[in-house]
């Protein structure tokens, strides 16, 4: 069982950057069958709501309109870490970001929630 684990969550202005990673892929992805990857956000009194997607073998990656331009998802197989680089950030990002992984094929950004693994979260505040 993976429990992934999410780091790189802060405070900062709007207009600001950080950059989220998330490890405990295990040995290798294809151990635990993981194909797509992805990042969600909540915040309070909101719904989850998935932010950015990337297919693990292929590398196509899929936004949430709100994010396009300023957040980049990336992975890197050799160290098996999950990344969201996070330009230009505005308050209204503020949210607990989790990542998630597991062996779906269908890896389009959307808000369905049934991953298999997930990390706690991590904190990102944007103020104004």
């Known amino acids: 069982q993976l429990q992934l684990a999410e780091s790189g969550g802060g405070s900062v202005q709007a207009g600001g950057s950080l950059r989220l990673s998330c490890g405990g892929f295990g040995s290798t992805y294809r151990t635990y069958g993981i194909n797509c990857m992805g990042w969600f956000r909540q915040a309070p009194g909101k719904e989850r709501e998935g932010v950015a997607r990337?297919?693990?073998?292929?590398?196509?990656?899929s936004y949430v309109d709100s994010v396009k331009g300023r957040f980049t998802i990336s992975e890197d197989r050799a160290k098996r870490m999950l990344y969201l680089q996070m330009d230009s950030l505005k308050p209204e990002d503020t949210a607990m970001y989790y990542c998630a992984a597991d062996s779906r094929s269908m890896c389009l950004v959307r808000n369905d929630t049934d991953f298999a693994y997930w990390g706690q979260g991590t904190q990102v505040t944007v103020s104004s």
């Open positions: 990337i297919l693990v073998y292929g590398g196509y990656t």
